[in-house]
C-alpha cells in the first residue's frame, strides 16, 4: 500500500504561481511514477504532468511551459510548480502513484481572474 498526502494549495489571483507538494509513504519500491492529475468543477479527471524513476516526464498540452513537475531522490516526494496560473486551471488536484493505482485525498487550487 502507498500514502499519498498532498498540500499546498490555495486561492490565486491570474497570472500567480502556486507549488503542490505531495508526500509518499508505505509501500515506495512499488512506485514506478508519481504524478499529478486534476478534475475542475462538473468536469472528469485528468493527467496533469507525470515522473518516472528515472526522471522522464509528461504533461498535459494545456500546463506544457507554465507547470513543473519534480520529486525527490528518494521518491518520497512529487511537487508541482505551476507558473501563470489562469482560471482554467481551477480545479482539484491529485498526487497520484502508478497511474492512478493510488491518489491522494485532493488539494483545491482556486484561480481567481
Known amino acids: 500500500q502507498v500514502q499519498l498526502v498532498e498540500s499546498g494549495g490555495g486561492l490565486v489571483q491570474a497570472g500567480g504561481s502556486l507549488r503542490l507538494s505531495c508526500a509518499a509513504s508505505?509501500?515506495?519500491?512499488?512506485?514506478?511514477?508519481l504524478g499529478w492529475y486534476r478534475q475542475p468543477p462538473g468536469k472528469p479527471r485528468d493527467l496533469v504532468a507525470i515522473i518516472s524513476r528515472r526522471n522522464e516526464t509528461e504533461y498535459s498540452d494545456s500546463v506544457k511551459g507554465r507547470f513543473t513537475i519534480s520529486r525527490d531522490n528518494a521518491f518520497r516526494a512529487v511537487y508541482l510548480q505551476m507558473n501563470n496560473l489562469n482560471p482554467e486551471d481551477t480545479a482539484v488536484y491529485y498526487c497520484a502513484a502508478n497511474f492512478g493505482q493510488y491518489r491522494g485525498q485532493g488539494t483545491q487550487v482556486t484561480v481567481s481572474s
Open positions: 508505505g509501500n515506495i519500491r512499488s512506485i514506478g511514477a
